[in-house]
């Protein structure tokens, strides 16, 4: 299974950026996936993760209110839309497919990683 994370970028503080995470095959389907980032020099982090049908979603603190995750089964494929964007937001984006069929907060629950996309918000 291969994960394409696509739609980074470089954006002005308050903007808004979409990532998209399209899987190779119907493997993530029945799984959970979370978005991580991982800021230069820094430990990767959980940011959001939505289940296996998307009933269920859950964010990090200090992204909740400003990003939405949300997902496509019939194309195989989670966004996160990030909303009034921080400085600190800057940071190298994955998204990953969970073991199971919720999206855990820990990096040792996931199994597919993308190849992350960069995030970049300037003051």
């Known amino acids: 299974v291969q994960l394409q994370a696509s739609g980074g970028g470089l954006v002005q503080a308050g903007g808004s950026l979409r990532l998209s995470c399209a899987a190779s095959?119907?493997?993530?389907?029945?799984?959970?996936v979370g978005w991580f980032r991982q800021a230069p020099g820094k430990e990767r982090d959980f940011v959001a993760g939505?289940?296996?049908?998307?009933?269920?979603?859950h964010y990090t603190d200090s992204v909740k209110g400003r990003f939405t995750i949300s997902r496509d089964r019939s194309k195989d494929t989670v966004y996160l839309q990030m909303d009034s964007l921080k400085p600190e937001d800057t940071a190298v984006y994955y998204c990953a497919v969970a073991r199971g069929a919720f999206a855990s907060t820990q990096i040792a629950s996931y199994t597919y990683w993308g190849q992350g996309t960069q995030v970049t918000v300037s003051s």
């Open positions: 939505i289940s296996w049908n998307g009933g269920s979603t």
């Open positions: 095959r119907r493997t993530s389907s029945n799984n959970g």
